[in-house]
C-alpha cells in the first residue's frame, strides 16, 4: 500500500467517526460567533470540508459504478437464462426425437417380422434350404435396424449429455453472477448511507452558531440541566450563575 492509499484510508475512517457521532456539533470559538463564521470558514474547518468533499466524490463514483456492475451483470444473468431456456427446450426435442426414433424401429421390425412370417407360410417344410435363406434375410434385415437405431441413439445421447453439460455450466455462472451482484448492491447501498451522512456532516459543519447558544470550551453547546447547564459531550457542567457570565 502507497502512502497515498494509506492517507486516504486514514482520512476515510477520521471521516466515518465523525459521521458516525450522533449529533455531532462542531467546535465554536468566540471569534465564529462574533464574526458570524461556520466552522467551514475557518482553517481547520476548510481542511475538514476539503477532505470531506473528496469522500463524497469518492462515494459518488462508487455508487455509478456499483449501478452499472449491477445492471451489466442482470443483463449477463438474462441472456444466460434464455440461452439455459434454449438448451432445456433443445434437451426436449432430442427426447421426443429419441421416443419417435424407437417407436419408428419397433414399428419397422415388426413389420420385418409380419413379412417372414408370410414369406415361410408359402415355404413347405421339406424345402430347409429356402427357409434358411428367408430367414437369413430376416436376421440381416432385423440386425440392420438395431444397429441404425443404436447408432442415432449414441448420437442423440451424445447431443443430450452436451446440452445438458451447458445448461449446468451456465446455471453455475448464474449463481456466481447473482452472488456478485448481491455484493455490488450492498456496496452501493453501503455507499449510499456513508454519501448521506458525508452529506448531513458538510451541512453541520457549514452552519453557523446561533448567538443565543453558549458553547463549552472543546466547542459543544450548552444544554439545560437540573441545577444548571451541560455540554453536548457530557463532559461539561457549570450553575445558572456561570452560563449568564459566559461570553457566547
Not at 417407436?103 to 408359402?122: H, P
Request: charged residues 40%; hydrophobic residues 30%.
Amino acid at each position: 500500500m502507497d502512502a497515498k492509499d494509506k492517507r486516504n484510508r486514514k482520512m476515510n475512517a477520521m471521516m466515518d467517526d465523525l459521521m458516525n457521532q450522533k449529533g455531532f456539533v462542531p467546535p465554536v470559538a468566540k471569534d465564529m460567533v462574533d464574526n458570524n463564521m461556520s466552522f467551514a470558514e475557518t482553517e481547520a474547518g476548510k481542511v475538514l470540508e476539503g477532505d470531506l468533499g473528496k469522500l463524497k466524490k469518492q462515494l459518488e463514483e462508487m455508487q455509478k459504478a456499483m449501478k452499472e456492475k449491477t445492471e451489466q451483470l442482470e443483463r449477463a444473468e438474462e441472456n444466460m437464462r434464455q440461452a439455459m431456456a434454449k438448451e432445456q427446450e433443445k434437451q426436449e426435442e432430442l427426447k421426443k426425437q429419441m421416443r419417435d426414433n424407437a417407436a419408428r424401429d419397433a414399428a419397422a421390425i415388426e413389420t420385418v417380422r409380419r413379412e417372414n412370417a408370410e414369406a415361410l407360410k408359402g415355404i413347405s417344410n421339406n424345402n430347409a434350404a429356402a427357409m434358411r435363406r428367408i430367414q437369413d434375410q430376416y436376421e440381416k434385415q432385423i440386425s440392420a435396424i438395431q444397429e441404425e437405431s443404436n447408432r442415432a441413439a449414441r448420437s442423440l445421447n451424445v447431443k443430450q449429455k452436451t446440452s445438458s453439460g451447458l445448461e449446468d455450466k451456465l446455471k453455475k455462472k448464474v449463481r456466481e453472477s447473482e452472488r456478485e451482484r448481491k455484493a455490488a448492491e450492498k456496496e452501493r447501498e453501503r455507499a449510499k448511507k456513508r454519501l448521506e451522512k458525508a452529506e448531513r456532516l458538510l451541512n453541520r459543519i457549514q452552519e453557523k452558531p446561533k448567538r443565543s447558544v453558549k458553547y463549552c470550551p472543546t466547542g459543544k453547546a450548552y444544554k439545560k440541566a437540573s441545577g444548571g447547564w451541560e455540554c453536548t459531550g457530557g463532559k461539561h457542567f457549570i450553575s445558572n450563575d456561570k452560563w449568564k457570565k459566559l461570553p457566547y
